[in-house]
């Protein structure tokens, strides 16, 4: 016995049958139009979760964010429909070095290929199914292109992205157990680190300075020396911090090459503009309070973090007897970044010390945004 057909059910099939069923080669071209849309928009979501939460860096968040909902909006029904994964046999190919990544670097610069090929396959496919989504494909492919320059950019690019995350600056000072200190300081969060020694014999700073730069580098953290640019340049540091009556900053970066990250410290704003004007990437702020690590020298006080929250273009650390009683009020005189001596490296538990101070930091910095 037939069953009655309903209107809707009559009107669905003549919908139906006025769709063009695609033919086999066009049906081909949709499975590949699917898949590297799926492969663009996973590659994509790769990167922007680094972005995000690794650098932080809202306006790369967005802006890759924007293009993976743009591949969304073009990945349509129709080219789901022609998915056909058993039948596929690109599921079953993988090469080693899929199996594993050497290290982020790795992971970021396979995601941008990733990217990159399958926008290129869009753009060739997309040319026999909508010559506007093919043009869109092309315009994406060479926005990756620039973003792979900003994320993957030479080492001095990497440095000054891993400069600008660190909100602690810690800076040594000496002591017998200054490799196990710092590696704790590591372990609780600590992302850049200076070496500060100036009565130790050469010798000896310079397998101290060795040491640390391996350790800073295990822990992904910059490593720049204080004051010694020699000591710097022997053991691959990322850079230097240089006092006021230290070389410039022309000579040192001349002396250590483009990449190497230079600081000066500065105490007012005469100082300030000049390291600033010499081409300093960043300077120290201070000292905020007065020191026994700058015995004699006056404290600069909060009104120079005011001032530097002005006019400082360049990332800048408040300086200068800063620890866990008076950092609130460092913050909120506007400081986003701070170097600490003592508050760590003479703490009974340096993980400890700079998990707090780092935690106290994000707590009052949300507090007054």
Sequence with gaps: MQVPRSHSSIADSAVAAATPVPTVSERA????????????????????????FGLNDAAHTEQIKHLRQTLAQWHTD?????????????????????????????????NLCRVQEALRVLEEYGKLYRPDFAAACKAMRYQVYTLESDLMGGQRTQRLQ???????????????????????ALKGGITLVQ???????????????????????????????????????????????????????????RLLGPQAIIGRSTTNPEEMNRALSEGADYIG???????????????????????AVAHAPVPWFAIGGID?????????????????????????????????ILAQMRTTQGSTV
């Design 195 to 253: 070496y500060r020694d100036k009565n130790t014999e050469d010798e000896v700073r310079l397998q101290r300075a060795q040491q640390l730069r391996d350790l800073c580098h295990r822990y992904q953290a910059l490593f720049l020396v204080n004051d010694r640019v020699d000591l710097a340049l022997a053991v691959g540091a990322d850079g230097v911090h240089l006092g006021q009556t230290d070389l410039p900053v022309a000579v040192a970066r």
């Design 29 to 52: 071209v949709y499975r590949i139009l699917d898949a590297n849309l799926d492969r663009a928009r996973e590659g994509l979501r790769i990167l922007e979760e680094w972005c995000r």
């Design 162 to 184: 891993r400069l600008r995350q660190a909100s602690v600056y810690l800076v040594t000072s000496p002591q017998d157990t200054l490799i196990a200190t710092v590696e704790a």
């Design 324 to 356: 866990a009683n008076n950092l609130r009020e460092v913050l909120q005189a506007g400081a986003r970044r701070v170097a600490i001596v003592r508050a760590v490296m003479e703490a009974e538990n340096p993980t400890a010390s700079a998990q707090a």
């Design 78 to 110: 129709d080219l789901r429909q022609a998915r056909d994964t058993p039948g596929d046999p690109g599921t079953a190919l993988t090469h080693a070095q899929e199996a594993e990544r050497e290290d982020l670097r790795a992971v970021l610069q396979a």
């Design 285 to 307: 702020v201070g000292p905020v309070y007065s020191t026994p690590t700058k015995p004699g020298k006056a404290a600069a006080g909060l009104d120079y973090v005011r001032y």
